[in-house]
């Protein structure tokens, strides 16, 4: 059943792993790769995870070949998992649960995921009419996550996401646009959804108001390039050099793109994202 909802902020979005079950490390399909040190069916426990859901090697997960859990950020969905759709009910505890929650928790992932970007496009000044389009959608998005498990199980998260979608596409359009006519007074940046630069060197160029959907950026050098009104949804980031751009008003960066990126202290982040404590000068 839907349960009452309230106005969630894009800086509200954040994972408090004191409260999740660990999920991310029982959930998740994990495949050995210079991300991960092992291979992990979904539903079974990292080999890491200890009986208080705390990881082992958490201090050192990157000198244990474990990179990719550095890089990772459920936004929230996994507290919102373990307190609300199960009630603070531990696999632990009941395993019978176990395997239904297991399988709930990359629904609310993508839920969340999608909550975030919407989030954050109404961070930004838009038509009335496509704010107004925003504020609905985030609302139904809010439902869906106060949904109970069997509900969420059977969700077409598929046809959730076309209309989250379309909306973001045309805040994308109509934000460049006017950071290009009024802000920066350049052209505006040219559409490259889904290029390949892997290993481009773009070091100190002019990217501002680029479309970068989708992007394959694994290992550029864009040190020192302006990336401000440059839209990173769906990109890939990682290893991507990135120190001393400025990325202060990309869009739709999320937290997991930055971390698998490359960086220093020179680097200029988005207010709602964390510097990695990995980043050295």
């Known amino acids: 059943m839907y349960k009452e909802t309230m106005k969630i902020s894009r800086d509200s979005l954040k994972a408090d792993c004191t409260k999740c079950f660990a999920l991310c490390c029982t959930a ?75 399988s709930v928790f990359p629904i609310m992932e993508q839920l969340y995921e999608m909550m975030a970007f919407i989030a954050e496009a109404l961070t930004y000044r838009v038509s009335d ?31 959730c996401r076309i209309p989250v979608n379309e909306l973001l596409l045309e805040t994308s359009e109509y934000i460049r646009s006017e950071l290009s006519s009024k802000v920066f007074k350049i052209k505006k940046g040219k559409q490259c959804r889904g290029v390949d630069w892997v290993g481009k060197n773009l070091k100190g160029k002019d990217l501002r108001t680029t479309d970068l959907r989708g992007a394959y950026l694994i290992a550029a050098d864009l040190q020192n390039s302006d990336l401000r009104g440059v839209d990173f949804i769906g990109a890939d980031l990682r290893d991507v050099n990135v120190s001393g751009a400025n990325l202060s008003t990309s869009m739709f960066l999320t937290q997991m793109q930055i971390n698998s990126a490359k960086g220093n202290q020179k680097t200029i982040l988005p207010t709602h994202i964390q510097r990695p404590s990995h980043w050295v000068d």
């Open 28 to 102: 998740l399909n994990i495949i050995a790769s210079s991300d991960f040190a092992i291979n992990k069916p979904a539903g079974a426990a990292c080999l890491n995870l200890q009986k208080d859901f705390r990881c082992r090697i958490h201090q050192n997960l990157r000198d244990n070949g474990f990179k990719g859990c550095t890089v990772y950020d459920c936004l929230g969905a996994g507290q919102k998992v373990s307190q609300d759709t199960f009630n603070g009910q531990s696999w632990q505890e009941d395993p019978e649960i176990a395997k239904k929650m297991f």
């Open 129 to 159: 009419s496509l704010h107004i389009q925003l504020n609905k959608q985030l609302e139904k998005l809010q439902c869906l996550t106060n949904m109970d498990a069997d509900e969420l199980l059977s969700l077409d998260i598929g046809s």
